[in-house]
């Protein structure tokens, strides 16, 4: 366990299902990210959340809409996919010290593996 | 950031050291080498970071040529556990969560039996 919980480990949708990847950190970090991991290709990062605040969407399409509530909780909805949204997603969080705007090394949960029929 | 270059591939004998070279030649004076390994369907895990001085924990140790513009993890005796892809990245240290950690293809790390 390295602190950052994905539910559901793995995820098996149609196009036309609506779902949601879900992460947790109790490590007290205050910054979280969502990043896509598909075959054969480096992780792309998708979304990144300070203070719960979206600061960066790196031209994710809309049928992906993240949600972070609070700074402890990540989630990512999910609908209308296509098959090559077929990857692994994976959930991290840093600590920024703020004032200084120091950033700690990254947790990774251990991904959510959805696979879009 | 800087980019980075990690060869694709290598391998190693189980109990052998294991020397992961990374190459950051356009790396600028605030900017420190971050380690990190990602075993297969898992997320990736910290392993090591330093600036320019050479690092060494439980899991590794991080030599930084005195230039900076190359570094080298090693893992002093390789497990098959060890077995992943393993990412050098060059970035700040601050910058809050705009400061993204961006990772390349990284070295695949085969420890042999």
């Known amino acids: 366990e390295t602190g950052v919980t994905q539910t559901p480990r793995h995820l098996v949708m149609g196009m036309t299902n609506k779902k949601s990847l879900k992460c947790e950190q109790h490590?007290?970090?205050?910054?979280m990210y969502w990043y896509k991991q598909s075959a054969k290709k480096p992780l792309e990062l998708m979304f990144v959340?300070?203070?719960?605040?979206?600061?960066e969407n790196n031209s994710v399409p809309s049928r992906f809409s993240p949600e972070c509530p609070n700074s402890s909780h990540l989630f990512l909805h999910l609908h209308t996919l296509q098959p090559e949204d077929s990857a692994l997603y994976l959930c991290?969080?840093?600590?920024?010290?703020?004032?200084?705007?120091?950033?700690?090394?990254?947790?990774f949960g251990s991904g959510t593996r959805l696979t879009v029929v | 950031d800087a980019k980075t270059t990690q060869p694709t591939s290598m391998d190693c004998a189980e109990g052998r050291a294991a020397n992961l070279p990374c190459n950051h030649s356009t790396i600028s004076g605030n900017e420190y080498v971050y380690w990190y390994r990602q075993i297969h369907s898992q997320g990736p895990q910290y392993i090591i970071h330093g600036l320019k001085n050479n690092e060494t924990n439980e899991m590794a140790s991080l030599i930084i040529t005195e230039d900076r513009k190359s570094s080298t993890l090693i893992l002093p005796h390789a497990t098959l556990r060890d077995t992943a892809v393993y990412y050098c990245i060059v970035r700040l240290p601050y910058g809050g969560a705009t400061n993204k950690l961006i990772f390349g293809t990284g070295t695949l790390l085969a420890v042999q039996p």
């Open positions: 490590l007290g970090h205050n910054a």
């Open positions: 959340y300070s203070l719960e605040e979206r600061v």
């Open positions: 991290a969080s840093s600590l920024g010290t703020p004032g200084t705007g120091r950033v700690s090394g990254y947790t």
